[in-house]
């Protein structure tokens, strides 16, 4: 899975290189073990509210040159090591900006008609395309007057509304609790199966022995009956010469 930069509007991803100096650029891991590095981590990229997971990273390029170790042509990032390259708000509201009139140019094909209305575009666009085999929510651009940052006004509720410079990687984790109820069922389905699995083996085992034991019994059987008819054989013989030495006495003396 190819990793990605969890700084907003950032676009490194594993394998890219730098624009800078045309190196690859690495990726590290939030030091979530050190909540005060942590804390400074987060503070620069400014999203206090913000918890990463250990499966999110920041790119090589937010580092400053003494935050790095060169060891045998190997560039390691410093334990003590704080990020503090970033765009300035200023500069997120202008690359924002920016992006949507390259997406407005790309769906109208020039820059004359790139002013036209997105909100009311994007809708018949995608139902066109589509076949309007779904629903749309209209969209409209907005400017926060907090942040002054462009953002996508649509008719979804406050808590569905998402920030377009925000990336889907970069969204809340899955609640603790449930993942912890998961992990606790799935166990628990692991311990049925274990408890199944012992129960076959012992069925398993009981029918070997009594298959052992029927083959045993049925050798026992074969051999006493192959002991009875050599016995029966025998004294079938005796019996037949004993009559055959008989008749010819008999005969000797008539």
Not at 54 to 66: G, K, N, V
Not at 76 to 92: M, W
Not at 134 to 141: C, D, G, I, R, Y
Request: net charge positive; hydrophobic share 35%; aromatic share 12%.
């Amino acid at each position: 899975m190819p990793r990605y930069c969890a700084v907003r509007l950032c676009r490194n991803r594993g394998g890219t290189a730098s624009r800078q100096d045309n190196k690859r650029i690495s990726f590290y891991p939030f030091p979530l073990q050190d909540k005060s590095r942590l804390q400074k981590w987060v503070s620069n990229m400014k999203r206090e509210q913000w918890t990463p997971s250990r499966h999110q990273y920041l790119c090589s390029e937010h580092f400053t040159a003494d935050c790095f170790d060169i060891r045998w042509g190997i560039r390691y990032l410093k334990n003590t090591a704080i990020p503090t390259i970033f765009p300035s708000s200023e500069d997120v509201c202008i690359l924002q900006h920016l992006e949507n009139i390259k997406l407005r140019i790309q769906f109208y094909g020039d820059e004359e008609s790139a002013g036209k209305d997105l909100s009311s575009f994007l809708p018949h666009a995608f139902q066109a395309v589509l076949g309007q085999a779904f629903s749309f929510v209209p969209m409209e651009l907005v400017k926060d007057k907090t942040t002054g940052c462009f953002l996508v006004k649509s008719g979804l509720t406050d808590e569905e509304k998402v920030s377009v410079f925000e990336h889907s990687y970069c969204r809340p984790d899955t609640d603790k609790d449930e993942l912890w109820r998961k992990i606790l069922s799935l166990h628990a389905k692991i311990l049925e199966l274990d408890r199944r699995e012992e129960s076959t083996v012992a069925k398993i085992r009981a029918l070997e022995n009594e298959v052992a034991l029927l083959k045993r019994d049925a050798l026992l059987h074969f051999t006493v009956w192959s002991v009875g008819s050599f016995l029966c054989y025998t004294q079938f013989v005796c019996c037949t010469m004993s009559l055959l030495s008989l008749h010819m006495f008999s005969f000797n003396k008539i």
